[in-house]
Structure formats: structure tokens, C-alpha cells
């Protein structure tokens, strides 16, 4: 299997386990009862496509270092990935969001319905846990394109979910037990990613 194909299948695996619990899936769940779905998928798509780009970049700079300083630099962020998720997946409370569907539908036109999905996802990924996990895997693979693909596919899919089945996921998904394991999967990134630069 060749190294772009590995990344974009890590990559695009990564993101979709970190985002289906996340604060973005809710947002877009709660934005498809208010605008049509159409104008909803538009403009999330657009606002991952630029955060994916941005996470891109910052991990292919993070690849002009040293190995033992980008091995360091990346187990950084899945140590702060994990802590996020952890911290979300323990945090007290229940499993539950807004009740959607009673905000009804809103006679917005499209390319105002679309700009503010845009603007309210592109808002809540800054930091996020996929936009680090996306840096830390383009520093690792050093495949960029494989990695903005597989990060920006995998934000496209669970924002799909959302649109199309609406307030169902929540029923269905326990975010908080998917949190936790995605927040352990990103500490044995961490933890690995730091032992490579110990060893190194």
C-alpha cells in the first residue's frame, strides 16, 4: 500500500471517528432544522474544505524541522486532542443537545442559509480535534494532498450524516463513548509520537 493511500485512509478514518461526537456535527444537525439541507451542506463543505487547507499547511511546515522535533511537535497536539476529547467524553452530564426540531424550518434564501453554515462551522473548527489531528498526520506522513483529502472527505461525510438524517444520529450514536475513544486513540498517537522523539 502506498504511503499516500495509507495517509489518506488514516487520515479520512481518524476524522470521522473524531467528528461524530463533535460540537460541528451537533451545530449542523441544529442548522438542517432551520435552512434547507442543500444550502446547509454547501456552506459546512466550504468551511471544511478551508480548515483542512489551513490544518494542511501548518503540518507541512511542521515537516521542514527535525524528525526528533516534529515527532515532539505532533505528539503535542494528539497529547491536546486527547485531553479535548477526554475531557468532553467524562465531562458530567447527558448525552443530549438542542432540541432541534422544534426551531422549524426558516424561509432563508440559500446563499444566506449557506453563508451562515460557513460562518458558524468555520468558527467552531478552530482548534478542534480533527484540525490538530489533520496537522499531526500531514507531519507525519509528509503526503499533504493525501492528508487534506482524507481530512476533508471525512469532515464532507459526517457533515452528510448529519444533513440527511438529521436529528436521528443523537438518538442513535452515544457521543460521549465515541469521544472517549477517539480521546484514547489520539493518546497512543501521543504517546507513541513522544516516545519517537525520546528514542530518536
Request: proline fraction near 3%.
Amino acid at each position: 500500500m502506498s504511503s499516500a493511500l495509507l495517509a489518506f485512509i488514516a487520515t479520512f478514518a481518524l476524522v470521522v471517528a473524531v467528528e461524530l461526537p463533535d460540537k460541528t456535527t451537533v451545530a449542523t444537525l441544529v442548522l438542517t432544522t432551520r435552512y434547507r439541507a442543500r444550502a446547509v451542506l454547501t456552506g459546512v463543505s466550504v468551511a471544511f474544505a478551508v480548515q483542512a487547507v489551513i490544518a494542511v499547511a501548518f503540518g507541512s511546515v511542521l515537516t521542514l524541522l527535525p524528525d526528533q522535533v516534529v515527532s515532539l511537535l505532533v505528539g503535542v497536539l494528539f497529547g491536546v486532542g486527547a485531553a479535548m476529547l477526554l475531557r468532553e467524553g467524562y465531562r458530567q452530564g447527558e448525552d443530549s443537545g438542542q432540541d432541534a426540531a422544534r426551531l422549524g424550518k426558516a424561509p432563508v434564501p440559500f446563499h444566506r442559509a449557506a453563508l451562515t453554515s460557513f460562518a458558524v462551522i468555520f468558527a467552531a473548527e478552530w482548534g478542534d480535534a480533527s484540525q490538530l489531528a489533520t496537522a499531526g498526520l500531514a507531519a507525519r506522513y509528509s503526503e499533504p494532498v493525501a492528508v487534506g483529502l482524507g481530512a476533508f472527505l471525512g469532515l464532507v461525510a459526517v457533515a452528510a450524516l448529519a444533513v440527511f438524517l438529521g436529528g436521528k444520529i443523537r438518538s442513535r450514536l452515544r457521543p460521549r463513548l465515541i469521544q472517549r475513544c477517539a480521546g484514547f486513540v489520539f493518546a497512543a498517537f501521543s504517546v507513541f509520537a513522544l516516545g519517537s522523539a525520546l528514542l530518536g
